[in-house]
């Protein structure tokens, strides 16, 4: 599988629509636990626990949701938090796989940062 470029301007859209695909996913699924969701090679994807299955009906709906956000311009903003201050935030949203990923960053000594667009934000 070839590996996108982190730096290239594909990578940095197919991440921001895996925000954009979450943040639409919370707007209609509020008790959507987040799982990961990176570039690939060929897109984006976006691992959600979800009380009920999503089904084909939700796809038009989810899409319409992420249009919207899109054509609201949100600016994506980075911020670096530490430990502490993170799992603070993800257990305030019971983003119970977020706080894994983050105590495994930081058992590696890895920056932790957040993205924020518009009301949504994500550990990145």
């Not at 979800?50 to 899109?70: G, N, Q, S, V």
């Not at 983050?102 to 932790?112: G, K």
Request: one cysteine or more; hydrophobic letters at 35%.
């Amino acid at each position: 599988m070839k590996k996108i470029d982190p730096n290239s301007n594909l990578y940095k859209i197919r991440h921001s629509l895996a925000h954009v695909l979450a943040q639409a996913v919370l707007e209609i699924r509020p008790d959507a636990k987040l799982g990961f969701g990176p570039p690939i090679d060929t897109g984006f994807y976006y691992d959600f626990d979800l009380a009920e299955p999503l089904c084909p009906e939700d796809l038009p709906i989810l899409e319409k949701r992420m249009r919207h956000i899109i054509k609201t311009g949100q600016v994506f903003e980075r911020e670096e938090l530490d430990q502490t201050q993170m799992v603070e935030r993800l257990s305030k949203d019971n983003q119970s796989y977020k706080i894994e990923q983050v105590e495994d960053l930081s058992a590696q000594n890895e920056t932790l940062s957040l993205y924020r667009n518009g009301p949504f934000w994500d550990l990145c």
